[in-house]
Structure formats: structure tokens, C-alpha cells
């Protein structure tokens, strides 16, 4: 017997019916985007102050990114890498360009371009460096956040993110974040790499001491090891740099990018590399059916150039300081403190209130937000956003904080 889905349900049912419960969405049914703006199916509007955890710092259905997607999408969408395309040589080019890295490797998700550098970092360090094969270490960070493979996860200081998923892959250790000398100390002549996040998002918008990065950055230089930096929710501008690791002036050795680099459109993910990193990688080593597809090279050639042009970089260094003194003068007895940098900002809050029942205020009032560790509310709106928009966001969070 079949049986079609009854129409009679809303699609927020159906999702949680026939849908795995590997989310619990905030109860609202989005249908529209604009700008900063999204619409539910009942017409009303929030201010968007998650960007998909800064997937959309373009803003949603920005008119270029649409434009130059319906052009390359009526023209030519996928080809697979067995052929040259039309843009992904030029995508590659400028992406390398503002970035200072040598060459690139397109992947898709974010969690694909990490997984890229694990076998860029373990080859290397086979190839290049002498570790004998199948002992290279990386050390990670407590609290890091690369992503949900069964390798990433296994690095995880999460315990939810691992449990039940094991046997863990091994080659992974894990340092404190932020803690120079924990590092050093962890360091062996088997470290292949050190991997990081500038600014931990999803560990809870954490900010690392002053020079820490720098550090960092010099350790792995006298030890010979490589310095992968996963930028793929701190770069493209998040921060008030176009990289995050340009406020310590670090250059690393393999750069993850994703997220915002698709322009809010479609997934798109970047490894880049120091030219001897990336040599490790031969024909049939290393690969994606949809990675660098002309349609996402074309959109990520255009959410480049847009972040350019429009200076996002600069408007989120600007913009991030004016949100941050508005929270500040918020100055509510239930606020713990306000954490981060650019337009990358976390709101820790009393542990008596419950983040995720504050979201859910927040929505009522006009506002998405997600919160992330139980007590942290993250503000990463769209990098267009300006200061009437931002004063908007401090009103609501005024009226939720005051109704609590
Ligand atoms: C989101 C994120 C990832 C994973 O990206 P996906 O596209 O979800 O696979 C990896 N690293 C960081 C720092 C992220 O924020």
C-alpha cells in the first residue's frame, strides 16, 4: 500500500515527522529573505542576527549573487573537475590573491575542506617532513568546532558530538585553548600540525588571549610544523579583517574557507596552501563530484569580489563597534558579558536564564537568534547590516531582557 504525505499538515509537522531529529528548530516557518530581513508564513518579519552561523554575511538574496547564479545556472551548472570549467581557474586565482596562500582545493562543506587538510597536513608530514607513516599527530583545541565527520568529531572536546559514534580515529591530541604553554609541552617530533580557530564560534564565541595566534604561529614555525587555520566562520570579513588571523598578523600554512564564501547561496569550501603543502595532492588522491562546480565557482567569485567592492571587511569592524558599545550601555544585571570581535558577538547570560527560552522570546519580539552552550546568544547578523538596523536588534533585546 503507498500513501502520500497528508497536505493537511504544515511543513514544520512534516519535518518533524518524517524528518531525523538531529535539530530542534526554533518554531518558525521561514519563507522569505532580504538584506538583514526574513519573512515567516504569516507575513512577519525578524532581523536576522544568526546569518547561518555566518553562511549569509552577504546578506540574504543579494541581487549580484542571484543575478550571476540564474545567469550560470541557465548556462552551464555541474561538469565534475574531469573537464576545465569557465570560472573555477579564476575563483581559484583571486581567492589565492587575497588571501596570500599559494593554491586552493574546492570541496563543498566546511567539514570537507578540514577533512582536505587532515590528508594535506598527514602527507606532508609522511612526504616531506620524514614522520614515519601512520604516526603523524595534530594536535587540536579543547572546545574546538571543525565539523560532524566521524574524524573531525573524534577530536572533539564535545562529549555530545562523540558519544556513540567511536571507534574514534586516531592522530589527534588536544591542548587548551588559548594556553601557549600547553601547547609547546604537547609538542613531539610526530606534530605534524596544529590546527585552530582564530575565534572559537560554536565552542561559544570564545576570543583567545592578545598574541596567542602569534605564538602559536612561531612555535609551529621552529618546530617545522604546519598551522592549519580554519577561517571558515571567523574569515571573509566576519571579524573586521577580511582573515581573522590578520589582527595578529599570522600567515598560515593551510586556510580553510566556507560558510560565507558561497554567498548565502550554496555551499562552498575552500583548502589553501603553501605550494610544498599542497604538492602532496597527485591526480586521484583527493576529490568531490560537486567541488568547484562553474556555478559554485562562479558564485564564489562574486561573493569574493563583493566583500572587495562593498569593503564588508571594514563595514564589520565599524558596525561590530557599534554594536558592541550599544550592548554594553544595555549594562542588564542578567548580562555576564559580551565577547568577540567584528560582527562575530556573544552574549553570555545568567545561568538562571535559559538561552534557549530567551531565543524563543527573541522570535516573538522580532528577532532569530540561536544560542550555543547553553548560556550564550550569538549576534552575527549579515555584514550589511547598518546602525538603524543594529538599533532595532538593541530595542529587542532591551524588551526580551526586561520581560524576563
Ligand atoms: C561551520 C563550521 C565548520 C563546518 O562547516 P560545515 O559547512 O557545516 O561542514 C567547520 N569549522 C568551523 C569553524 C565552522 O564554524
Sequence with gaps: MTSNPPISRTSAQL???????NYHPLPVTLVRGEGVWVWDNQ????????SAYSAVSHGHCHPRLVQVAQEQLSKLAITSRAFYSEWLGIFLARACELTGMDKALPMNTGAEAVETAIKAARKWAYTQKGIPEGQAEIIAM??????????????????????????????????????????????????????????QGEGGIIVPPKG???????????????????????GLGRTGKFLACEHEGVKPDGLMLGKALGGGIMPVSLFLARDDVMAVFEPGDHGSTFGGNPLAARIGLEALDILVEDQLSQRAALLGEYFHSQLLQLQHPLIKEIRGQGLLLGLELDEKVSARGFCEKLLENGLLSKDTHETVIRLAPPLIINEAEIDYAIRVLAMTLEGI
Excluded at 602559536?216 to 617545522?224: G, K, M, R, S
Design 15 to 21: 519535518e518533524d515527522r518524517y524528518g531525523a531529529h
Design 43 to 50: 507575513g512577519k518579519r525578524y532581523l536576522d542576527c544568526m
Design 142 to 199: 579543547s572546545g574546538n568546532f571543525h565539523g560532524r565527520t566521524t574524524t573531525i568529531v573524534s577530536f572533539s572536546s564535545e562529549p555530545q558530538y562523540r558519544y556513540g559514534f567511536g571507534p574514534a580515529t586516531p592522530g589527534f591530541g588536544l591542548v587548551p585553548f588559548g594556553d601557549i604553554k600547553a601547547l609547546e609541552q604537547a609538542i613531539s617530533p610526530y606534530t605534524a600540525a596544529v590546527l585552530v580557530e582564530p575565534i
Design 212 to 234: 596567542w595566534l602569534k605564538a602559536v604561529a612561531e612555535l609551529c614555525h621552529q618546530h617545522d610544523i604546519l598551522l592549519l587555520v580554519d577561517e571558515i566562520q571567523t
